[in-house]
T-cell receptor, first 112, second 112 residues
Framework: QQQVKQSPQSLIVQKGGISIINCAYE??????FPWYQQFPGKGPALLIA?????SEKKEGRFTISFNKSAKQFSLHIMDSQPGDSATYFC???????????FGKGTKLTVNP | NAGVTQTPKFQVLKTGQSMTLQCAQD?????MSWYRQDPGMGLRLIHY???????DQGEVPNGYNVSRSTTEDFPLRLLSAAPSQTSVYFC???????????FGEGSRLTVL
């Protein structure tokens, strides 16, 4: 049973465009939603995270939008750059749990 | 600033052989975990530890053993390797009750 569903599996965007990756969850006990970025040959690294008490969080060109009623959250990359080309994972953590649940990942390619 | 260090980076095994993937962290994190990453499957939790002497199973524990004798080290043992264990393995550490995992650079294992 996949607890966090991520889409699309792959995404190609032109330089300067907006990249949007979506995730959905079922477990209403999740209370922390991070996004991880992974470059080829490297381990994932935390990019940005949100808690359900806010609907949006922005850090530079990266924004998380959170819709608690729909149980969905998304990552928006504004002005996408070739250096943003990587695999992105959404994840969710239940309060009091040690287990972070990951989506299956989205491979983003930003063409110059 | 080493962070999370994994060795070896690459390994080829024959079916039935055993080996240990090493993981060490220098951030004094209580939590450590092992994930495997396979194409289209995302990151799947194998085993995790919430402190020295305490380990528990994740989503895909079969065929793997772990132990945690010190805060710093969390080795992953394959007792009898199988081709289905061909994967990229990531070790991660984090502070208690946070979803900010710090990953190593991965160990690519091929089982023939």
């Amino acid at each position: 049973q996949q607890q966090v569903k991520q889409s699309p599996q792959s995404l190609i965007v032109q330089k300067g465009g907006i990249s949007i990756i979506n995730c959905a969850y079922e477990n209403t006990a999740f209370d922390y939603f991070p996004w991880y970025q992974q470059f080829p040959g490297k381990g994932p690294a935390l990019l940005i995270a949100i808690r359900p008490d806010v609907s949006e969080k922005k850090e530079g060109r990266f924004t998380i939008s959170f819709n608690k009623s729909a149980k969905q959250f998304s990552l928006h990359i504004m002005d996408s750059q070739p250096g943003d080309s990587a695999t992105y994972f959404c994840a969710a953590l239940q309060g009091g749990s040690e287990k972070l649940v990951f989506g299956k990942g989205t491979k983003l390619t930003v063409n110059p | 600033n080493a962070g999370v260090t994994q060795t070896p980076k690459f390994q080829v095994l024959k079916t039935g052989q055993s080996m240990t993937l090493q993981c060490a962290q220098d951030m004094n994190h209580e939590y450590m975990s092992w994930y495997r990453q396979d194409p289209g499957m995302g990151l799947r939790l194998i085993h995790y530890s919430v402190g020295a002497g305490i380990t528990d199973q994740g989503e895909v524990p079969n065929g793997y053993n772990v132990s945690r004798s010190t805060t710093e080290d969390f080795p992953l043992r394959l007792l009898s390797a199988a081709p289905s264990q061909t994967s990229v393995y990531f070790c991660a550490s984090n502070e208690a009750w946070t979803g900010e995992l710090f990953f190593g650079e991965g160990s690519r294992l091929t089982v023939l």
